[in-house]
């Protein structure tokens, strides 16, 4: 970057060189009419405006690697901050508007790093060394050319204060257009099946409308300021060649001096119509760059501890919820003190009305959200005294909504474990009763399953993130509602697979369907936050009119899926 500041600069030095040149041709050979050195000075010339043009070459071939590489690194920094984030910050941050920030505007930022930057440092100092050499040349018309140059400051700050207002809003536009475009593609089926294309596509073009009418508010504000770099530069040539005249007429100015001031006030023409660009995409690359710190700077809460303690060995698989709370950062609770005591090998299944914090549970156990008070132990270590790495080896985990990515099937069951071998994949799709259809797909383990795994049914896809779950042979398994889209057939199927592996493995599912409750050792169930009982499923049933209550609304449910599939 120095090597480019520095080629920078003195391409400019050959151009304000030529000027001065041009001064000795007029007041020497032309003016003498003796042409023996015309030859050496057109050749200095010559050879200026040939090192202006190596100069800028050698700029813009050197600067596009560390402007590149600034782009990467920052995309890259950014990625990986976005992976060590909580959950709940996306949660609570649009997908569109983190996407706009690591792309749209990191290449505004690599576009400052390769041209504005050095030109704001170098088209100023040419600036300043051209008012110099015209007050060397006449301070008269270093006055004129002041006239000019200080009004345009002013102006220059007015309007790139109000163009940066601006810009910024433009930058969040199109962040929430993007967000827009996003929701719409990943949710085509839905909005087909319900006919709600034309009501997105207005909202759509509301915005793009908003988007536009904001450019063009931005456009306004340059072509205004663009008027003004243009106009007063002409008026003080204007005012140079009257002042020159009258010296010229009065005998106290040549005409070569006259000739090189113009020719040096002409040659600062771009230098100065380009402060009000430059200053333009400092104030976008000033906001590109406040959006990208807003990500950057938010906290990451879940991280590895200073010292990390060792996995026990062997592991036995025993998790405890001791006292253990937890509440959202705007302070509203979901869980308060609760005691649960999964013994080694066991399978307790959690059971409770929406929203009384059943995910959130079994979210705590992964450490995908940290407990607010209280603890949660594998096998009497504090999960937040492991490292996130070695906790999340021996803790599977199966959401509600199974998650695909567009990659292999194998990329996708071993996404958890490196360098997973094919034996492993194969027995972990069997387990999950998913190995028959993988065998039906155009290239086996190896078909892409394309974006969110949309093209396979959510039973096929529920059964893939099981399968990823249980490849990497963990000594606990979280599994958030595990059979939620399968039919009553293949449920049947998973059910009895799931049966073999979760012998001798701990585990805490989440229960929404009567039969995933009857695969579980004991039942907790959760209400408003709190175990309000625990037990063998057959005891509550008999025992506690609250768990038949919730027991018959699970069967009215399933019969409702049942009628609509």
Same mark, same amino acid.
């Given at each position: ?45 010559? !050879?200026?405006? #040939?090192?202006?043009?190596?100069? =800028?070459?050698?700029?813009? *071939? $050197? @600067? +596009? /690697?560390? &402007? ?81 140059? !200080?009004?345009? #400051?002013?102006?220059?700050?007015? =309007?790139?204060?109000?163009? *940066? $207002? @601006? +810009? /910024?809003? &433009? ?395």
């Amino acid at each position: 970057m120095t090597v480019v500041l520095a080629a920078t600069m003195l391409a400019m030095l050959c151009g304000l060189g030529i000027p001065l040149v041009t001064q000795r041709i007029v007041d020497g050979p032309i003016q003498s009419k003796e042409i023996s050195a015309l030859p050496w000075l057109i050749a200095g010339v010559t !050879l200026l405006g #040939i090192g202006e043009a190596v100069l =800028f070459y050698l700029r813009r *071939k $050197v @600067v +596009a /690697r560390p &402007a590149a590489e600034v782009e990467a690194r920052m995309r890259f920094d950014l990625y990986q901050h976005l992976q060590r984030l909580p959950v709940s910050f996306h949660d609570r941050w649009q997908s569109g508007q983190l996407l706009s920030r690591a792309t749209n505007d990191l290449t505004t930022v690599r576009r400052f790093v390769a041209f504005a930057s050095y030109f704001l440092i170098v088209n100023t100092l040419v600036v300043v060394i051209g008012l110099g050499i015209i007050a060397a040349l006449s301070p008269w018309l270093l006055i004129v050319s002041l006239c000019g140059a !200080l009004p345009l #400051i002013v102006i220059s700050y007015f =309007f790139e204060a109000k163009f *940066k $207002v @601006v +810009a /910024r809003r &433009a930058q969040d536009q199109a962040g929430d257009l993007t967000t827009t475009v996003e929701e719409s593609v990943l949710g085509i089926r839905v909005l087909k099946a319900f006919g709600r294309g034309p009501e997105l596509s207005k909202r759509f073009l509301a915005q793009a409308r908003e988007l536009r009418t904001t450019e063009l508010n931005k456009i306004s504000i340059l072509a205004a300021l663009w008027a003004v770099l243009i106009v007063l530069p002409e008026l003080a040539i204007a005012g140079m060649l009257g002042v020159g005249g009258i010296g010229i007429v009065n005998g106290s100015m040549t005409i070569g001096t006259l000739v090189a001031a113009v020719a040096v006030s002409a040659y600062l023409r771009w230098p100065i119509d380009s402060i009000g660009w430059l200053l333009a995409e400092t104030n976008q690359t000033a906001s590109a760059l406040e959006r990208y710190w807003e990500v950057i700077d938010a906290q990451v809460t879940i991280t590895d501890p200073v010292a990390p303690v060792a996995l026990p060995k062997p592991m036995r698989g025993h998790v405890r919820f001791e006292g253990v709370r937890f509440a959202f950062e705007d302070g509203r609770e979901v869980l308060s003190g609760i005691d649960l005591d999964l013994r080694p090998g066991e399978t307790v299944a959690l059971v409770g009305a929406t929203g009384s914090g059943k995910t959130t549970l079994t979210a705590l156990v992964p450490r995908l959200a940290d407990v607010t008070g209280g603890r949660v132990t594998i096998d009497g270590v504090d999960v937040r005294d492991l490292s996130l790495e070695d906790l999340r080896t021996v803790v599977g985990t199966a959401f509600e909504e199974p998650v695909l990515f567009s990659a292999s099937v194998t990329e996708n069951v071993g996404l958890g474990v490196p360098d997973v071998s094919e034996a492993a994949v194969r027995e972990a799709l069997r387990v999950a009763k998913a190995e028959e259809f993988v065998d039906a797909l155009p290239w086996g383990l190896a078909t892409r399953i394309g974006e969110q795994g949309l093209s396979l049914s959510g039973g096929q896809r529920q059964r893939l993130a099981l399968a990823r779950a249980v490849v990497g042979r963990p000594a606990v398994l979280v599994l958030d509602d595990p059979l939620s889209a399968l039919d009553v057939h293949t449920e049947a199927e998973v059910e009895a697979a799931l049966r073999r592996v979760l012998h001798g493995v701990t585990a805490l599912v989440v229960a929404h369907r009567p039969s995933t409750v009857q695969l579980a050792d004991r039942v907790a169930m959760l209400v408003d936050g709190k175990i309000a009982a625990i037990g063998l499923h057959r005891k509550l049933l008999e025992t506690n009119e609250e768990y038949r209550r919730l027991l018959s609304s699970m069967d009215a449910e399933v019969l409702e899926e049942e009628v609509a599939s």
